[in-house]
């Protein structure tokens, strides 16, 4: 077994050797060049690469990252790095760009000009601009147009490469796997959860994720945070960029830092695919792309990657627009033969949370004493127990030490003292491994989870007024939809509309529209105290006393509530909680326009294991005492039953009051997944 300190030494051996290596490429390269050069040649290649329409080829447009235009027609890239472009217009014009990109292939090493010429972005010794030739920092055109035109080596003489080979050797690829760390509620750009590639590697002899690089698309967002944040990150100030790294570092970051299970699905790629995919990350370096939360995200790049490697796939055409992680993944699989096989990879949080549910409660209390230090490792409460509950209870601490104290930072004298003693201790007990069993792989992976938008028609009873009702949600994912592949007790409604026809009045209104509405439901266990929280915000039809004689009537508010609380598991189909929160009405139809007060909610929801089915009970209720002042409360009663992954039938019963009125609402709703 590969160690972590192997992996890190190879990877410093790996850069070390990059830049030994890269110092003799302005020598090599130049003598590479010193053959006779056709000028003439390049027109041949030209005219060669038009007949064949290879402008208007699906790879080309993929590794320049052209995309139609929204507004008009043409095409654009993504790409917003001038560099990137080797014609004036190359960004709108992928002709140009092509015939332009065949004679920076001829580029002298003396002169830095091609035949005709011109000249791009380029060092004063005609290299690109991190001292490569064209052919080299162009790698994967120059791979592909390769491909398609079978350059004549006596006429276009092939540069060395050296950068590209010892960091393409370093990788030692044997594939390509995508990667899907699950949601993070505590991020805003992560509560989708993530996708990357990983770069499989295969030493001789070996077989080691450790040794594989990770390949990420992410934003530079600086010290940016919260509203700011995510503003930004929605409206596209941020610029992403691709980054290769080791891929421990990347179980590192999501799972032990941000404690997020991580889906590997190994991916079937050709060798010429991964020998492009790989030419294109080498082009991409330093390459900047606009980022936005909701399309041009981290996913929408991965597709593109994946689609410029193997242009028939055509992924990320497959999302115009909104763009979903967990959907993405679902476009991966579905695509016939492409996924040969998946795993599963717990977090720390994970693996700590089946390690409290094997480990008694005054285990429990032992692991977390002597990680936090009030309990030495070989107390007597330790020494008393048998061999192997010694061993499960020194291990649970040793983990739980790291999660607590290591992650994401540099470790105290007295905590790399008191790790010592956890690691001595355990040492001296008789058994090899762990005692525990691991967690066991979920049900269903996040592809197999409903999808992520719905439409809902159903029918019902306000008081006395019968409606018919239909909505559309965006995305993502309710309490009470179907959980196999969603992260457990989260919620993120992200515009939901619902609207209703009441048959008696024959109006027709806008029951709802949730712009956005996030809840974190997070049990409290053995181990882990976090704390829950909701957010939301958008329009909903409240009713409020109008007209002389105080009758209540739908009229429009806009509301935001947040609030925070906790959320326990009283047994293993139950998760009960209970928030403080405040509420913030605004309208017109309001005293003084607007309604502010606290208020506070409890619930509880039953679901077997199989989640055929989910009943929730809750009740809340608000003191608006700032505006116009009332108390208002409800008691309500849900239930789902899933009939097949995309159809489930939905039952809502309430019991409401408000201003000192009291009325009963009934619906039944029949919701469908795509």
Not at 117 to 124: I, K, L
Not at 300 to 323: K, S, T
Not at 387 to 398: E, G, I, K, M, S
């Amino acid at each position: 077994m590969v160690t972590r300190a192997a992996a890190c030494a190879l990877h410093v051996l790996f850069v070390f050797s990059s830049v030994a290596l890269g110092a003799a490429v302005g020598l090599s390269a130049a003598r590479a060049a010193d053959g006779p050069v056709d000028p003439t040649y390049v027109d041949e290649l030209i005219r060669a690469a038009d007949a064949q329409q290879l402008a208007n080829d699906p790879q080309w447009r993929a590794l320049l990252h052209y995309e139609p235009r929204h507004f008009s027609s043409g095409v654009v890239s993504t790409a917003d790095t001038v560099w990137f472009f080797q014609a004036a217009d190359g960004k709108t014009n992928p002709r140009a760009e092509l015939h332009a990109t065949l004679r920076r292939f001829f580029a002298s090493t003396d002169t830095g000009t091609s035949p005709d010429g011109t000249q791009a972005d380029t060092a004063p010794d005609g290299l690109m601009k991190d001292g490569e030739h064209p052919q080299c920092a162009l790698r994967g055109r120059y791979l592909w147009l390769d491909r398609r035109l079978h350059f004549d080596p006596q006429r276009l003489p092939p540069q060395p490469c050296e950068q590209f080979t010892v960091w393409r050797s370093g990788l030692q690829p044997s594939g390509v796997s995508l990667i899907f760390p699950e949601a993070y509620m505590n991020n805003p750009s992560s509560m989708f959860g993530h996708t990357l590639l990983r770069i499989d590697s295969s030493p001789p002899g070996v077989r080691s994720d450790l040794l594989a690089y990770g390949v990420n698309f992410s934003a530079d967002t600086g010290d940016d945070g919260g509203v700011a944040f995510a503003w930004k990150g929605i409206l596209g100030y941020y610029r992403g960029r691709f980054a290769v790294e080791p891929y421990y570092e990347t179980i590192k970051r999501y799972g032990d830092w941000e404690s997020r299970d991580i889906w590997e699905y190994q991916l079937a790629l050709d060798p010429d695919a991964v020998d492009v995919l790989l030419a294109h990350l080498w082009e991409l370096r330093g390459v900047e792309f606009e980022y936005y939360f909701f399309d041009e995200n981290c996913s929408y790049q991965i597709l593109a990657l994946l689609d410029a490697a193997q242009p028939d796939l055509r992924l990320h055409e497959q999302f115009p627009g909104w763009v979903i992680p967990a959907d993405t993944v679902r476009a991966v699989v579905a695509e016939p033969g492409l996924v040969e096989g998946t795993m599963f990879r717990p977090s720390a949080g994970t693996k700590l949370r089946a390690a409290a549910r094997q480990l008694s409660r005054p285990q429990r209390r032992l692991a977390s004493g002597i990680a936090d230090g009030r309990v030495p490792p070989d107390a007597e409460a330790v020494a008393s127990l048998d061999d192997a509950q010694r061993a499960a209870v020194l291990d649970t601490a040793y983990e739980l030490f790291r999660y607590r104290y290591l992650a994401n930072r540099q470790a105290t004298e007295e905590e790399r003292s008191r790790a010592r003693r956890m690691l001595l201790a355990r040492s001296l007990v008789p058994v090899e491994g762990s005692t525990l069993s691991p967690p066991p792989t979920p049900s269903e992976r996040p592809d197999q989870g409903h999808l992520s938008k719905r439409l809902m028609v159903g029918t019902g009873v306000r008081d006395d007024r019968y409606y018919l009702e239909t909505g559309f949600r965006l995305g993502y994912h309710d309490l009470m939809d179907p959980a196999g592949g969603y992260t457990a007790g989260a919620r993120i409604d992200i515009a939901d509309l619902a609207l209703r026809y009441y048959t008696k009045d024959r109006e027709a209104r806008v029951h709802r529209f949730t712009l956005a509405d996030i809840v974190s439901l997070a049990p409290v266990d053995g181990f882990f105290h976090p704390i829950s929280w909701e957010i939301g915000t958008g329009l909903f039809s409240r009713l409020i006393p109008q007209g002389p004689s105080n009758d209540l009537q739908d009229a429009y508010v806009w509301r935001t509530h947040g609030g925070a609380g906790l959320a326990v598991e009283p047994w293993s189909s139950a998760l009960a909680y209970g928030f403080v929160d405040a509420t913030v009405d605004y309208s017109p139809s309001l005293e003084e326009d607007h309604a502010i007060g606290p208020g506070a909610q409890i619930g509880v929801f039953f679901a077997p294991p199989s989640d055929r089915w989910r009943i929730h009970l809750a009740a809340g209720v608000t003191r608006f005492a700032l505006g116009d002042v009332s108390t208002a409360s409800a008691i309500a009663f849900e239930g789902r039953l899933t009939l097949s992954p995309r159809f489930a039938l939905k039952l809502d019963v309430s019991g409401n009051r408000d201003f000192d009125q009291n009325w009963l609402e009934a619906g039944v709703t029949w919701n469908i997944y795509f």
